[in-house]
């Protein structure tokens, strides 16, 4: 499942006249990501974190810089040491904020990043894994885009590597998409991506 999934890059919008110290370091942080230099953000975001000990936002993205940088990896070593940095950082994130659907879809991602680095060893322990987080995140948060978007993903990732259609799975990247258009984050710097990746997705849905 090599090509199971790729998450972009993204920016979120933030506010321009950023006054607080957490607000400056976060726009700080993404403008680092966005500029090509992950490990600097990686490490500026878990700094922010250590000075906001009740904020999940600055380890969730630590955590989703190294699962994105994931995707592709060829290297086991490189890979492992990434997404068990990743973990950690969803495990503390989790404490802070639990049942969260932006950190279950972000921990589908992690598995996902396994899965598609060795669909063979690690497809059959964390397949159901993934599955049961999307079923989770969409009873808690069914219009939530990220995880109807990643949910059809994911389905039409396995559809490819089974050699089974993925039509009926086009229908819920349409619903992804009406939800994008109404979704508005709850603070200038909560999760806000994914709109792009399901855009593409839709469109190879109709060629």
């Known amino acids: 499942m090599k090509h199971l999934i790729i998450i972009a890059t993204f920016l979120v919008s933030v506010v321009t006249n950023a006054q607080t110290n957490y607000e400056q370091g976060m726009q700080k942080a993404f403008e680092l990501w966005g500029s090509n230099n992950p490990t600097e953000a990686s490490n500026l975001f878990e700094r922010i974190a250590k000075a906001e000990p009740d904020n999940w936002l600055p380890l969730y993205y630590a955590a989703q810089i190294n699962i994105v940088r ?27 904020s639990k049942d969260n ?24 322990t ?54 994008f258009v109404n979704f508005k984050p709850e603070t200038p710097f909560s999760p806000n991506w994914g709109k792009e990746r399901a855009e593409m997705l839709w469109r190879s849905c109709k060629e």
């Open 101 to 124: 659907p932006e950190i279950l879809v972000l921990q589908a991602l992690l598995h996902t990043a396994w899965v598609a680095f060795d669909g063979a060893t690690y497809g059959m």
């Open 70 to 96: 994931s995707f592709g990896e060829k290297n086991e070593e490189k890979l492992s040491d990434q997404l068990k940095k990743a973990q950690n950082l969803i495990n503390d994130a989790t404490a802070i």
């Open 126 to 179: 964390l397949s159901g894994k993934v599955v049961e987080l999307y079923t989770k995140a969409e009873m808690i948060a069914p219009e939530n885009p990220r995880v109807v978007y990643c949910k059809a993903e994911w389905h039409i990732g396995g559809a490819k590597y089974f050699g089974q259609d993925t039509k009926p799975f086009c229908k819920d990247l349409e619903h992804a998409l009406e939800l």
